[in-house]
């Protein structure tokens, strides 16, 4: 009885000086949020970012297509808020204002009932 009592006693202590050194850890290595503010300068830079990037392209595109990894796939019409994602032999067509439409497709055999769901 005595040594599950140390023994308690010593996982006891562990466990408290673990937590404290995360805690300090934490503290320690955790940075204080930058603070913004508005004024000139940053809509300046601002609109250099956004000119950069080309937001006018983007806005007037309505296609985008690319690919993750060289696997996965994805089309999406930003006009009717629709994106197509394949990868491997399985594709979904995905209503982005409503999940619940979307259709999978599986070696392009529609997948229905319970089954759609279940691989959503």
Same mark, same amino acid.
């Given at each position: %009885?005595?040594?599950? @009592?140390?023994?308690?006693? /010593?996982?006891?202590?562990?466990?408290?000086?673990?937590?404290?050194?995360?805690?300090?850890?934490? /503290?320690? %290595?955790?940075?204080?949020?930058?603070?913004?503010?508005? =004024?000139?300068?940053?809509? $300046?830079?601002?609109? @250099? %970012?956004?000119?950069?990037?080309?937001?006018? +392209?983007?806005? +007037?595109?309505?296609?985008?297509?690319?690919?993750?990894?060289?696997? =996965?796939? /994805?089309?999406?019409?930003?006009?009717?808020?629709?994106?197509?994602?394949?990868?491997?032999?399985?594709?979904?067509?995905?209503?982005?204002?409503?999940?619940?439409?979307? @259709?999978? /497709?599986?070696?392009?055999?529609? $997948?229905?009932?319970?089954? =759609? @769901?279940?691989?959503?």
């Amino acid at each position: %009885m005595n040594k599950i @009592k140390k023994l308690f006693k /010593y996982l006891l202590f562990l466990v408290i000086g673990i937590t404290i050194l995360l805690s300090v850890l934490a /503290y320690v %290595m955790s940075e204080p949020r930058p603070e913004g503010n508005r =004024n000139r300068e940053a809509d $300046i830079l601002a609109t @250099k %970012m956004i000119d950069a990037l080309g937001q006018q +392209s983007f806005d +007037s595109t309505n296609i985008l297509q690319w690919s993750f990894a060289g696997k =996965n796939h /994805y089309i999406w019409d930003k006009q009717r808020n629709l994106a197509q994602i394949t990868w491997g032999e399985n594709k979904v067509i995905l209503n982005l204002d409503d999940h619940s439409i979307a @259709k999978v /497709y599986n070696n392009d055999e529609l $997948i229905s009932g319970d089954e =759609n @769901k279940i691989s959503l």
